[in-house]
C-alpha cells in the first residue's frame, strides 16, 4: 500500500549555485568579489538567505 502523500510527491528542484561571495579567514566574515562584507549586498542576500561563516560553528552568521 502506497502512502497517500507519494501520489503528490516531487522531485526537489535544485537551488542554484551561488559563488558571489567567500570567506575570509582574517576577518571571519564572508566577502564579496571587491572585498566588501557579502551582507552589504542586499540582492545577493535575497537570493542566498544568509551567509553562514565557518568562524565558530555552523550556526554563526554574519549579519
Given at each position: 500500500?502506497?502512502?497517500?502523500?507519494?501520489?503528490?510527491?516531487r522531485?526537489?528542484?535544485?537551488?542554484?549555485?551561488?559563488?558571489?561571495y567567500?570567506?575570509?579567514?582574517?576577518?571571519?566574515l564572508?566577502?564579496?568579489?571587491?572585498?566588501?562584507?557579502?551582507?552589504?549586498?542586499?540582492?545577493l542576500?535575497?537570493a542566498?538567505?544568509t551567509?553562514?561563516?565557518?568562524a565558530?560553528s555552523a550556526?554563526?552568521f554574519?549579519?
Amino acid at each position: 500500500m502506497k502512502p497517500f502523500a507519494w501520489n503528490y510527491a516531487r522531485p526537489a528542484e535544485q537551488a542554484p549555485a551561488l559563488t558571489a561571495y567567500a570567506y575570509d579567514a582574517a576577518l571571519q566574515l564572508n566577502v564579496l568579489s571587491d572585498g566588501r562584507p557579502a551582507i552589504a549586498d542586499r540582492a545577493l542576500m535575497a537570493a542566498a538567505g544568509t551567509t553562514t561563516s565557518k568562524a565558530g560553528s555552523a550556526t554563526h552568521f554574519d549579519d
